[in-house]
């Protein structure tokens, strides 16, 4: 049997960061466990290259949702990272905190050290953003963050003039004093390649003799002495085998396979367990549930003026981009799809911003799973606007189909479930409305692509909505972090309810979604249990 002080499941964007800080010191035995390859590929290290990975069953586990009710049973494509690094290695790199307020809910619902004067020193340390250390933002940190601005499309300008015809403000930056207004993203890019979690944190940390990485490593079990986790099991060519952990066992598998393996472990509601014929080892009914996820909804517009489209479509331009790339590490390769976007409220009255809105300057037709869209743009200058409301109240849930560990979970995800969402969805598209009838973006737009709303009414925009809404690939919450053993699964230091020697670490521990992408939210994450696992924090 291998042994181990620590025990990290999951190579993700939590997962990473706990391994490297833990093994940093030298005097801990650290083991980290990731299912899917290495990182060290080139469509990975691309950053468009995430086209390819969108439907790769190599580093993408490809869940499905089951049928969606709200959506008149349709069913909601879940793409994971399933590779070192997680979802930051396919992910589109948009680098966004969320707000202030968002990590003071977490502090307000029980969560001491949580709060956004906890939390941004975390940032900071974590960073190392393109602009140099500020009081925003960290200077050497091992995760670099870009701040593209004349190498994006000319289009995002128009965009932006749009938004201000609107009154909205222009912000260079969304994680800064305020996240109001609309400006371009900040990406984890450097030097034209991915920033990832695994090249921030792992690639650094390979070559320590207390570190040891495995891949293509699914950890099937963990192992209970009492209610004390002491190992794992995991699977490995088509062999079984164990590793025991002296300290801690962390789980960083992500929003769905943290839960799934805690359910397969027998942590988890005692009954659905032994349904299953699994035995409960703590009876924690909150183990998959308050499921939560972003959802978008937009409308794609022929352009009178070139996009990407006309840039990356034809293969000649496929070609003189990746030529570009390969020569310089420049070009459209080098960057994100989602360039720009913003945060607005969508009524009067409300405190801050509630709908993230998304500008990019290129289209393609939603494709089945099998295909890959992003590499291959619609034939026709076109772009893309869409919104996504910032902290949804819908909850769903997730559950084990079987014992089987290579079973998939039963992903219930309960979108558009409250009016709350629903307003927020509706508002938001009756935003979009608004935008394409400013001046400018009369003149950018040639004509609407179907499918449009039937009208501008709340029923016809929700059914636009309910028709057509995708996700916005952020599941949080189904290990949910709380004081109350009853609803929560982990306390605030992150140990699961009832055990000793287990803790998670990822974006299941979220209480409730932040405001905007949730791959920052994950990473310092990762950096918060590292302290708490060390005693600093």
């Known amino acids: 049997m291998e042994s181990y002080d620590y025990i990290v499941v999951g190579g993700g964007s939590a ?87 968002d990590y003071e809910d977490w502090r307000s619902a029980g969560n001491p050290g949580w709060g956004w004067d906890d939390i941004l020193p975390l940032y900071r340390r974590m960073e190392s953003h393109a602009w140099g250390e500020s009081v925003w933002h960290g200077g050497d940190g091992p995760l670099h963050v870009r701040a593209p601005s004349t190498e994006l499309h000319p289009v995002c300008q128009d965009f932006l003039a749009a938004c201000e015809e609107l009154g909205l403000p222009r912000n260079q930056d969304f994680n800064g004093a305020s996240q109001d207004g609309a400006g371009t993203y900040h990406i984890t890019v450097r030097d034209g390649m991915r920033m990832s979690a695994a090249r921030a944190y792992l690639w650094p940390a390979r070559r320590r003799p207390n570190l040891r990485i495995v891949t293509g490593a699914e950890t099937t079990r963990i192992l209970f002495e009492g209610r004390r986790a002491v190992g794992v099991e995991y699977r490995q060519g088509g062999r079984d085998r164990t590793a025991r952990a002296a300290a801690e066992v962390i789980l960083s598998a992500g929003s769905v396979n943290s839960p799934k393996l805690l359910l397969l472990s027998g942590v988890g509601p005692a009954a659905d367990l032994r349904s299953l014929g699994i035995d409960p080892v703590a009876d924690l009914p909150g183990v998959g549930g308050n499921l939560q996820d972003h959802l978008d909804v937009g409308m794609i517009y022929r352009s009178t003026v070139p996009t990407l489209n006309d840039q990356l479509h034809p293969w000649w331009g496929k070609l003189w981009a990746g030529f570009k790339y390969l020569a310089a590490r420049r070009g459209p390769l080098a960057l994100s799809l989602n360039q720009a976007g913003g945060f607005v409220r969508s009524r009067p009255g409300l405190s801050r911003p509630n709908i993230q809105v998304y500008f990019c300057p290129l289209s393609y037709l939603k494709a089945p799973p099998g295909t890959r869209p992003l590499m291959n743009p619609d034939p026709y200058s076109a772009f893309n606007l869409s919104v996504s409301p910032c902290r949804p109240t819908s909850r769903g849930h997730l559950r084990l189909r079987s014992a089987d560990p290579g079973d998939a979970p039963e992903i219930r995800p309960g979108y558009l479930a409250t009016d709350h969402d629903i307003r927020d969805t509706v508002e938001g598209l009756r935003f979009l409305r608004r935008l394409a009838d400013t001046p400018t973006m009369r003149r950018l737009i040639a004509a609407e692509i179907d499918p449009v709303p039937a009208g501008d009414d709340d029923d016809s925009l929700l059914a636009f909505a309910r028709a057509n809404a995708v996700t916005v690939y952020h599941p949080v919450g189904t290990c949910r972090m709380g004081p109350d053993a009853a609803t929560c699964v982990v306390d605030p230091a992150l140990r699961v309810h009832g055990i000793e020697g287990l803790r998670v670490a990822d974006a299941s521990i979220f209480p409730t979604l932040t405001s905007g992408n949730t791959n920052a939210p994950s990473i310092v994450t990762g950096e918060k249990a590292s302290d708490l696992i060390l005693g600093r924090g």
């Open 15 to 101: 997962g990473c960061v706990v391994a490297a800080r833990l093994s940093a010191s030298g005097r801990h035995r650290v083991l980290l466990l990731e299912a899917g390859p290495d990182d060290r590929r080139f469509w990975i290290q691309v950053p468009v290259g995430y086209g390819k990975s969108f439907y790769d069953r190599r580093v993408n586990w490809m869940y499905m949702t089951e049928p969606v009710a709200e959506f008149g049973g349709r069913r909601s494509y879940w793409p994971r990272g399933k590779v070192l690094g997680g979802s930051s290695s396919i992910n589109a790199m948009v680098y966004i905190r969320g707000q202030a307020e």
